[in-house]
């Protein structure tokens, strides 16, 4: 298995995000808006987490596309990858464990934009 990435406050948050349902895929504009982090910063955390193998991705159907109303743009799905979210608990503990503060914060509402 890769490194474990560096646990930012912002990767943090995006973690916390995806562990609160661990099956579900979700897509970026999603976790942007469940963890209070632009979606700018949301991209990068998600492509190093799936560089290291903690998640998988892929594109929406189109067919599912074509049933939206209004039409919009095809969506990249994330979940985590077999024994991703068990590396994600371990490395959140890692990081709450030795002292961490940005382990123990979530920024407020509309804070993290």
């Known amino acids: ?3 474990t990435p560096r646990m930012t406050l912002q990767t943090q948050l995006v ?3 995806l562990l609160e349902s661990p099956a579900k895929a979700r897509y970026g504009l999603e976790l942007s808006q469940t963890a209070g982090l632009p979606t700018g910063t949301i991209h990068p955390i998600l492509a190093r987490l799936e560089n ?3 998640l998988e ?3 929406e159907d189109q067919n599912e596309i074509e049933k939206t109303d209004p ?8 979940r985590f990858a077999p024994h991703g979210a068990e590396s ?3 490395a ?4 709450y464990q030795g002292g961490s503060l940005s382990a123990r ?3 407020a509402d509309g804070l993290g934009s």
Do not use: D, E, I, V
């Open 1 to 3: 298995m890769a490194k």
């Open 15 to 17: 973690l916390r995000t």
């Open 52 to 54: 290291t193998g903690w």
């Open 57 to 59: 991705s892929f594109w």
């Open 71 to 78: 039409p919009r743009p095809r969506r990249r799905y994330y």
């Open 88 to 90: 994600a608990r371990l």
């Open 92 to 95: 959140l503990a890692a990081a």
């Open 105 to 107: 914060l979530r920024p």
